[in-house]
Each structure stands twice: as structure tokens, then as C-alpha cells.
């Protein structure tokens, strides 16, 4: 049984490119998550869709990111122009519900920018 | 602001104790509390998951438990093993949303 797939693995860019992360979510859950891994701050959520729907996207730390998701197996999170603040690992996670079903965690994009 | 705080930050131990991480968190109202694991370069693995309604919740060497009133939860590991070598982390629902906060992490290292 497949988990949540995140790709690329590792991004390394230069400041100002844009950036696209990609998450494919567990056939069947409702949920998916965006998560921000850095050691200053720990794991922040920067966006959460129920049916493909963005619900909460208050984790966004400013315009120059966006979130989609296109269809229940897809989502994307983009970054223009990126900064090299935005180095961190990027999660994607996803549920069968919101709260009473655990998240299960991709194995992240450590993202780079120079 | 809701904080989470996990005690101590970082343990190493030698194969075989027994060992209690400490979560502490501000929220009076949390919906439910929650136990993942991180191993380095990998996402997070949901160990335990305890309603707000419950006491603890047990799997295999796993014991996490809940205390509401004292803003508290442990997780206990029986017979450590090296393969146990991980970051722990907690995090809890808020009661009315869908968003997990969560802790800093305690890192352990267990040695044969």
C-alpha cells in the first residue's frame, strides 16, 4: 500500500527561482497537509485542503507562496520567487479525517535555496 | 498563544530501560493528543493517538498517557531497543480546529 509521495527529494536553487513541490496523497483520504520542518521553529502547517478544497491556508507565511490542489491525487506547493529563508523541509500529509485518524507523512522535499 | 513543550530534548540510554518522554502543553481544550516518530530524513509515523475522553492508549512496547487537568502527556517505552532511536514528537487538536500543534521533540539515542 502506497504512502503520501513527495517529489523532488532535494531541491537546491538560487534565490529568486520559482520552486514546485509535489505531493501525492493516500487513494481515499479527505485530508491533506502542507507542513514547514526548520529547527528555529520546529513544524509549522502552512495549509490544509478537505476535498480538494483549501479550508485553511493561515500558516502562509507570505504571498509568494501558493498551494493547489487540481484533483484528490495531486497538490503542489509553489514558492516565487523563493529566498533563501524558505530552506527547510517542506511535508505533505494526509488523512481519512481531520482529527479522530492519524496523519501519515511523506518523507518530505529538503529544499535549499542559495 | 498555544505552546507544546517535550522534556528533555534530547536522551541517550543503553538498550534495555525503561523510559518516559514528558509533553506539556497550554491548551485547557485539546480534542486529542498525539505520539509520532521522525527518523533522520524521513516524515513523521503516528505511534499513539488519545482522545481528549481517555486516560492512555497502549501499542506493543508503547504506553502514552493523558492528563488534561495538569496539561500533561507521557509516553513510555518499555525495554528500549536501538532500533527505538528516533525524534519523538507530540501534538495535539485545538477544540474547534483541524490544525496539530506541535512539540519540540525529544531525541533519543539508545546504544547497544
Redesign the interface.
Known amino acids: 500500500d502506497a504512502g503520501?509521495i513527495q517529489s523532488p527529494r532535494h531541491e537546491v536553487t538560487e534565490m529568486g527561482q520559482e520552486v514546485t513541490l509535489r505531493c501525492k496523497p493516500i487513494s481515499g483520504h479527505d485530508?491533506l497537509?502542507w507542513y514547514r520542518q526548520t529547527m528555529m521553529r520546529?513544524?509549522?502547517?502552512l495549509i490544509?485542503f478537505n476535498n480538494n478544497v483549501p479550508?485553511?491556508d493561515s500558516?502562509m507565511p507570505e504571498d509568494r507562496f501558493s498551494a493547489k490542489m487540481p484533483n484528490a491525487s495531486f497538490s503542489t506547493l509553489k514558492i516565487q520567487p523563493s529566498e533563501p529563508r524558505d530552506s527547510a523541509v517542506y511535508?505533505c500529509?494526509s488523512s481519512l479525517q481531520?482529527?479522530?485518524q492519524?496523519?501519515?507523512?511523506?518523507?518530505?522535499t529538503r529544499l535549499s535555496i542559495l | 498563544k498555544q505552546e507544546v513543550t517535550q522534556i528533555p530534548a534530547a536522551l541517550s540510554v543503553p538498550e534495555g530501560e525503561n523510559l518516559v518522554l514528558n509533553c506539556s502543553f497550554t491548551d485547557s481544550a485539546i480534542y486529542n493528543l498525539q505520539w509520532f516518530r521522525q527518523d533522520p530524513g524521513k516524515g513523521l509515523t503516528s505511534l499513539l493517538l488519545i482522545q481528549s475522553s481517555q486516560r492512555e492508549q497502549t501499542s506493543g512496547r508503547l504506553n502514552a498517557s493523558l492528563d488534561k487537568s495538569s496539561g500533561r502527556s507521557t509516553l513510555y517505552i518499555a525495554a528500549s531497543q536501538p532500533g527505538d532511536s528516533a525524534t519523538y514528537l507530540c501534538a495535539h487538536h485545538t477544540g474547534n480546529t483541524d490544525k496539530l500543534i506541535f512539540g519540540t521533540g525529544t531525541r533519543l539515542q539508545v546504544f547497544p
Do not use: K
Not at chain 1, 520546529?42 to 502547517?45: C, D, N, T
Not at chain 1, 492519524?102 to 518530505?108: A, I, K, L, R, V
Open positions: 503520501v485530508y497537509f520546529g513544524l509549522e502547517l490544509y479550508i485553511d500558516g511535508f500529509a481531520a482529527r479522530n492519524p496523519q501519515h507523512f511523506g518523507d518530505g
